[in-house]
Every structure is written in structure tokens, then in C-alpha cells.
T-cell receptor, first 112, second 113 residues
Framework: EAQVTQNPRYLITVTGKKLTVTCSQNMNHEYMSWYRQDPGLGLRQIYYSMNVEVTDKGDVPEGYKVSRKEKRNFPLILESPSPNQTSLYFC???????????FGPGTRLLVL | GENVEQHPSTLSVQEGDSAVIKCTYSDSASNYFPWYKQELGKRPQLIIDIRSNVGEKKDQRIAVTLNKTAKHFSLHITETQPEDSAVYFCAAKVTKGNNRLAFGKGNQVVVIP
């Protein structure tokens, strides 16, 4: 089944404790992206990747890192999480950035 | 950069009536405009998209119209049903700088049975 998966789905952590949210797709998509969704602010792009080893900043990259060592995986790293990073995070992938984006199920993060 | 705005933020309609959501964008060179639907607690999913070489596209009860001169595009839902209740996001391709879609803040559509 074609899909985008994210792990974990729910995470509660404390300020400053490094964490990684994994994202994987099995559709051989070149383009992958991370978004955060906050009430009243819609979907804001954090980082995106056009292909392996090619990543770039989106609208709100501060406090986040990404890597794209393999085509199928695009992890999101929070080196030192802060409470303002409490949010719902979505990973998405597509063949190209102007094609249908397939979203993962979301990761709800709470930083205390 | 690209600025995408959606109006109204919340829309309530009676079941069976039509719903229209309008989205404006700022980048006149944008040429790809998708609409995503997000049901409560679920992920966003593409429902329809349009490219700048056409003015209208339909898929059953859903249609999207594009006015490039005025820089706006609209989602039309006819014969609304309770399952149409969701948040709808429009987006536009950013043509300057990085390769991405800029999303609007979303419209909450409530279909009243």
C-alpha cells in the first residue's frame, strides 16, 4: 500500500531533550516536506527536500534540522525543543512539489 | 514571498446548499493551485487542483475556478453533505526562491443536517 508513515504519533517531552520524528514513504517520491499545523495558522512549511542530499528551509525553519540520506526517509530533528514547538507535525511527499502531496498521519508533540 | 489568504474563515451551510470558498494569492507567476481537505483528526488530502492554463475544473460535486487577472481561485461544493464538513486549505505554488507550496490558513466548513 502506497503511504507516508510517521513515528511517533504522539510525543510528550521536556525542554531541551533532543528528539527525532521519522518520516518514510514507499512511493519513490523525490519531494518531501515537513509542516507544522497550529490553530489559526494553517500549515506552515518547516523544511523541504527536492531529492537525496538536497534540503532547504521553508517558512519556519528555526529550531529544526532535517536530513535526506535516502530517498524514502526524511527525519525531523529538534536538537533542543522548546514549548513553542508544541504542535501537530505533518510529513508529506510528492513526485514534484507542484504535484499531489501525500501527507503522513501526523505527530502530535507536546514540549513541557 | 507568496501570500495566500482564504475567506471566509468559517462557513456554515444547510445540507444540500452550495458552499464557496475563495482564496487570493499575491504571486502573479503562480501556476498551480491545489485544494486540500482535512477532516477532524485526520491528515490533509488533495481533493482538486487547477493549473493556470485552464479557468475551471470539475470533479463530481466539487469544482475550482481560477481568475488569474484578479489573482484568486475558488472552491465550489454543490449539494453539500455532512461528510463535507472539514477544514479546507488552498495553496499556491511559490515561483520565487524556493520550490514549495504556500498554504492558506484554512476554512472551516460546517454542513448543518
Amino acid at each position: 500500500e502506497a503511504q507516508v508513515t510517521q513515528n511517533p504519533r504522539y510525543l510528550i517531552t521536556v525542554t531541551g531533550k533532543k528528539l527525532t520524528v521519522t518520516c518514510s514513504q514507499n512511493m519513490n517520491h523525490e519531494y518531501m516536506s515537513w509542516y507544522r499545523q497550529d490553530p489559526g495558522l494553517g500549515l506552515r512549511q518547516i523544511y523541504y527536500s527536492m531529492n537525496v542530499e538536497v534540503t532547504d528551509k521553508g517558512d519556519v525553519p528555526e529550531g529544526y534540522k532535517v536530513s535526506r540520506k535516502e530517498k524514502r526517509n526524511f527525519p525531523l530533528i529538534l536538537e533542543s525543543p522548546s514549548p513553542n514547538q508544541t504542535s501537530l507535525y505533518f510529513c508529506a511527499s510528492s513526485f514534484q512539489y507542484q504535484e499531489t502531496q501525500y501527507f503522513g498521519p501526523g505527530t502530535r508533540l507536546l514540549v513541557l | 514571498g507568496e501570500n495566500v489568504e482564504q475567506h471566509p474563515s468559517t462557513l456554515s451551510v444547510q445540507e444540500g446548499d452550495s458552499a464557496v470558498i475563495k482564496c487570493t494569492y499575491s504571486d502573479s507567476a503562480s501556476n498551480y493551485f491545489p485544494w486540500y481537505k482535512q477532516e477532524l483528526g485526520k491528515r490533509p488530502q488533495l481533493i482538486i487542483d487547477i493549473r493556470s492554463n485552464v479557468g475551471e475544473k470539475k470533479d463530481q460535486r466539487i469544482a475550482v475556478t481560477l481568475n488569474k487577472t484578479a489573482k484568486h481561485f475558488s472552491l465550489h461544493i454543490t449539494e453539500t453533505q455532512p461528510e463535507d464538513s472539514a477544514v479546507y486549505f488552498c495553496a499556491a505554488k511559490v515561483t520565487k526562491g524556493n520550490n514549495r507550496l504556500a498554504f492558506g490558513k484554512g476554512n472551516q466548513v460546517v454542513v448543518i443536517p
